[in-house]
């Protein structure tokens, strides 16, 4: 079957060029048993190739995302090199993985990605070009004072930058040591400005139940940075009664927001793709993670009993009034030299 041949190349980018995989090195990957175990054996075949020795782990489906792994691979991820998660059920901003870190020279997150979304994703994209793009957005949001967003379907949510990191998330191990998949860059604005309302038109996950079936915007509500109020459709009474069984404040909290420019991205119901749709704007709310707060040198910004993650499609952008991109189009001069090479129609 011909995509035998193309998740081999797939993960050759992965190992070889994001993560640059050195000769001797211990390479964990591990799923939870809900994932497509290809992308693991795939992966794992690239590592020996590569020099390196992988190591395979599979455990049962947490049936919260963000929960703390079993303690074998909590033990596991302390011990290695380079980290890969694929688990469908992310554990993201764990206490294992910022344990893990402390060891790690690097760790990719990519979460409930399987075999025909790593191709198209990783194999069948210009990595290098999507990174610079990705590095452009974050130098020229660095810069900025304030970013403001509104969307056809009805954000209209500004904050203060204040000095705060924009980061390229997806960029490669010799620049990160915690990457995601490429097509997403982004930071955490100042949260007592963040204001506004967020209309999450593309995906909200967690919960499973809503994932990219929303037919009614969910709006949120923001005031100073906390998630004051959800209304919309029946999407909407799900995501409120998800957040009202934790019984934490926290989780009405904003943690950051993203652009998404991945070229070959689709609205699915897995995260780690949609979070990257061409022109959206990506919004995260619960724990504000390490990763997320450059500038409190490894601790958490707070912890919560969870994160959740929405998407706004078709998104516009402004920096300090500016246009970066329109209706899910990007405008700024310098970012269309770049997508010009990338070979990108809009």
């Not at 810069?143 to 379907?153: D, F, G, L, Q, R």
Request: some cysteine.
């Amino acid at each position: 079957m011909t995509w035998y041949i193309e998740l081999g190349k797939a993960a050759d980018t992965l190992v070889n060029y994001i993560l640059k995989v050195k000769k001797g090195e211990d390479v964990l990957i591990y799923g939870d048993d809900v994932l497509d175990d290809a992308v693991l054996k795939a992966t794992a075949a690239s590592v020996k190739s590569a020099g390196g020795t992988p190591t395979i782990v599979i455990y049962e489906t947490r049936e919260i995302s963000f929960s703390e792994p079993p303690k074998p691979l909590a033990a596991a991820m302390m011990d290695s090199d380079v980290t890969v998660e694929f688990s469908a059920k992310a554990i993201l901003y764990t206490q294992a993985q910022t344990n893990a870190l402390k060891r790690n020279r690097a760790y990719i997150c990519l979460t409930s990605l399987d075999r025909e979304a790593m191709v198209r994703t990783i194999g069948w994209v210009n990595y290098p070009k999507m990174a610079e793009l990705g590095d452009k957005l974050a130098e020229i949001t660095n810069k900025a004072e304030e970013i403001k967003i509104t969307s056809p379907s009805g954000t209209d949510f500004s904050a203060k930058i204040g000095g705060r990191k924009f980061e390229n998330f997806g960029g490669t191990a010799d620049k990160r040591k915690v990457i995601m998949l490429g097509g997403q860059t982004g930071g955490s604005p100042i949260e007592k400005t963040e204001n506004g309302v967020l209309a999450f038109d593309g995906n909200v996950w967690p919960p499973d139940e809503i994932k990219s079936n929303i037919r009614t915007p969910i709006k949120c509500k923001v005031e100073k940075g906390i998630i004051t109020d959800i209304s919309g459709g029946s999407e909407a009474d799900i995501l409120r009664r998800y957040l009202a069984s934790f019984k934490d404040p926290n989780m009405y909290r904003i943690a950051h927001v993203c652009y998404g420019y991945h070229p070959l991205a689709r609205v699915t119901g897995d995260i780690s793709e949609v979070e990257r749709v061409w022109g959206c704007f990506q919004v995260g709310w619960g724990t504000q993670g390490p990763l997320l707060r450059p500038d409190l040198a490894g601790s958490y910004g707070w912890r919560a009993a969870s994160h959740d993650d929405g998407i706004i499609l078709k998104a516009s952008i402004y920096l300090d009034g500016d246009p970066v991109q329109k209706d899910g189009k990007f405008v700024q001069p310098e970012l269309l030299e770049i997508i010009k090479e990338m070979g990108v129609e809009q």
